[in-house]
């Protein structure tokens, strides 16, 4: 932790300088004195302090200045720093204003000039005002603070990304807390562009995009090199685990997300089914676990970087990334997985991420604490992601197209709801709008089998409807079904012939694509099971094929 600042503020260079001087004699071990020549110079380094989120203990700022008065300075100042504690140097002459400064903007002290001896009249006074201020004031977060408003939709994108990557930070509210607000409003007087991320070094980000704030926070976003064994498309499960087999198999091997490492499981509030771990495990940890052994490997991991496009000239592959650069490598691996689907209803793409939100989002979770909650959806996640917010919603309402749960999720999740109190289950319901100005304030729901409609007060809606493959990336590239999933293995062989422009005299391997040395692994395939396992095991086995392939080529 820094330390606690004084900043004394005086036009006058002599006295400035007595006071800083006195000052750091006694303070200077426990304190950073900094010291201003005019309250307008004073404000800007108090607008400075307050980005890198500096503790302030104590303004000592004289009142005859010319151009802003130590009265007018302090009442700017405390508006960002409400708590410091404020003393006044006074002439005579000035006690006036000074009494009325104790009720207009909640004075500590004043001081008359000249202070001397500062043993008898400065320290006292101040050493009380400090030790109160310590013993009361909670020391600041010195951690990266994002600043905005909940209902904003590039306020979720950056604490999402934040937290999808792991990256700790505290999330301030500008309806809510008056600090953040100045602080915004410093920023941009308009407040048009949110979020404003402050970092530590005092480094500001107005409305940052993935890659800006990837590079700020010290990820990788740059390959150290141009050529690689593998380069693995997508950092879910299946990436991970393509990841982890070829660098430990001595490959040199290159992970690209466009987001976070993770993938959909990473938005898992808990894996009960994966292997090994019985009491279930937290997508972020599972997230968390397999990036640092894919690191400790090897695997260099690029996040906030999207491929575009993939280009073959035999024996090589390349992928394309959004800003034109080219990788290449000798095999690729396509681990882009799904989005589920969106909700073509009126109110729903509005208010998406102002209330309503895709997957289970479960950053946003306590926002909605005593509210009501909405899931959307019959399947395991959506089950999974109803145990989650029942536990801060004042009620979760899951709404179920089909006729029972137990037609679409695992039984144990099915038990699970049914012993939880706060959900309930609406089957052969549906949403028809999502209603509410800046965020969602309702819900109107229909049942299919009456038509009847009812409007439900909403603080969330958390959809899990379906999945669009990502595969745009290998259009016209490789062979893909009407949906968009990746063709691999036996399915490419249609009444016994291999896939057009196939020109080897083996059939594509169990994982491998219409393009040889291309592989697609997890829920990209065509026919996958959507599993965390799965994608795993796919991913690991991946790799085997690659070996495989470049024996060949
Ligand atoms: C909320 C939720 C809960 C779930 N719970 C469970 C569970 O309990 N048990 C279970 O077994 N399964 C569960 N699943 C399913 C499981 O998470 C998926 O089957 C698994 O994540 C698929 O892994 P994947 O690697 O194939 O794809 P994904 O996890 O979808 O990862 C694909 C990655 O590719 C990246 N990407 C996509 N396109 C590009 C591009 N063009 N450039 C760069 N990167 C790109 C994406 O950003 C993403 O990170 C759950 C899914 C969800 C959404």
Same mark, same amino acid.
């Given at each position: ?11 006058? #260079? ?6 800083? $001087? ?7 071990? *426990? ?20 980005? $890198? ?21 302090? &009442? ?21 204003? &000074? ?17 001397? !001896? ?49 990256? #700790? ?38 409305? #940052? ?74 997508? @972020? ?26 280009? =073959?000239?035999? !024996? ?23 989005? =589920? ?49 029942? /536990? ?35 089957? /052969?319901?549906?949403?028809? *709008? ?32 379906? @999945?669009? #493959? ?35 005299? /083996?059939? !594509?391997?169990?994982? *491998? ?7 697609? @692994? ?19 086995? @991946? ?11």
């Amino acid at each position: 932790m820094p330390k606690p600042i004084i900043l004394t503020v005086d036009d006058e #260079p002599q006295v400035l300088n007595a006071v800083e $001087r006195d000052l750091r004699r006694h303070y200077g071990s *426990e304190y950073r004195v900094i010291k201003a020549s005019s309250g307008t110079e004073a404000l800007e380094a108090v607008r400075q302090l307050k980005r $890198r989120n500096s503790p302030i203990a104590l303004f000592l700022a004289d009142q005859r200045m010319p151009t802003m008065s130590g009265t007018e300075f302090l &009442a700017e100042a405390r508006v960002l720093y409400p708590e410091t504690r404020k003393v006044l140097l006074t002439a005579y002459a000035d006690t006036e204003a &000074a009494i009325e400064s104790i009720n207009t903007i909640g004075l500590d002290h004043y001081l008359m000039k000249p202070w001397d !001896p500062p043993e008898q009249t400065l320290y006292p006074v101040l050493d009380d005002l400090l030790s109160d201020w310590l013993a009361t004031v909670p020391l600041p977060y010195d951690g990266i603070r994002v600043a905005g408003t909940l209902w904003s939709p590039s306020c979720h994108r950056v604490k999402d990304f934040l937290a999808r990557n792991r990256i #700790p930070y505290q999330w301030l509210d500008i309806e809510k807390d008056g600090e953040a607000k100045a602080l915004v409003e410093g920023l941009n007087p308009e407040g048009h562009r949110l979020p404003a991320v402050f970092f530590p070094d005092g480094d500001v980000l107005v409305e #940052p995009d993935n890659l800006a704030l990837a590079e700020k926070c010290g990820l990788q976003t740059q390959a150290t090199q141009p050529f690689y064994d593998v380069i693995i498309v997508g950092a879910g499960p299946a990436g991970l685990g393509a990841a982890v087999y070829g660098a430990s198999e001595g490959l040199r091997t290159l992970m690209i997300d466009r987001e976070a490492t993770g993938g959909q499981a990473g938005t898992s509030s808990r894996i009960e089914n994966y292997l090994g771990f019985p009491k279930g495990l937290s997508g @972020a940890d599972l997230a968390q676990r397999a990036t640092a052994q894919a690191r400790r490997l090897g695997a260099e991991i690029l996040t906030a970087r999207e491929v575009t496009g993939v280009r =073959v000239e035999d !024996p090589y592959r390349f992928v394309i990334l959004s800003d034109g650069t080219e990788l290449e490598c000798r095999a690729l691996v396509i681990a882009t997985g799904v989005t =589920v689907r969106t909700l073509d209803v009126p109110g729903v793409e509005a208010l998406n991420g102002a209330g309503v939100y895709y997957g289970a989002a479960l950053t946003e979770a306590a926002n909605y604490r005593d509210q009501p909650v909405f899931v959307v959806g019959g399947a395991n996640s959506a089950g999974q992601g109803a145990m989650f917010f029942s /536990r801060y919603a004042s009620k979760v309402t899951m709404l179920v197209r089909g006729s029972a749960l137990e037609k679409s999720m695992s039984q144990y999740l099915v038990d699970q709801i049914s012993d939880t109190p706060g959900i309930e289950v609406l089957t /052969r319901t549906e949403v028809v *709008e999502a209603i509410g100005q800046d965020r969602l304030e309702a819900i109107t729901i229909a049942n299919k089998e009456t038509g009847a409609t009812r409007t439900l007060p909403a603080g969330a809606m958390f959809l899990f409807i379906g @999945a669009l #493959p990502h595969s745009e990336l290998v259009a016209g590239v490789v062979e893909r079904n009407k949906a968009g999933f990746i063709i691999t293995g036996p399915d490419l062989i249609q009444d016994g012939r291999r896939p057009k422009n196939w020109k080897l005299k /083996r059939d !594509p391997y169990l994982l *491998e694509t219409s393009v040889p040395g291309i592989f697609a @692994a997890g829920d990209i395939r065509q026919g996958a099971v959507r599993r965390v396992a799965s994608a795993v095991g796919q991913g690991a086995n @991946a790799i085997s094929l690659v070996h495989q392939y470049l024996k060949t080529v």
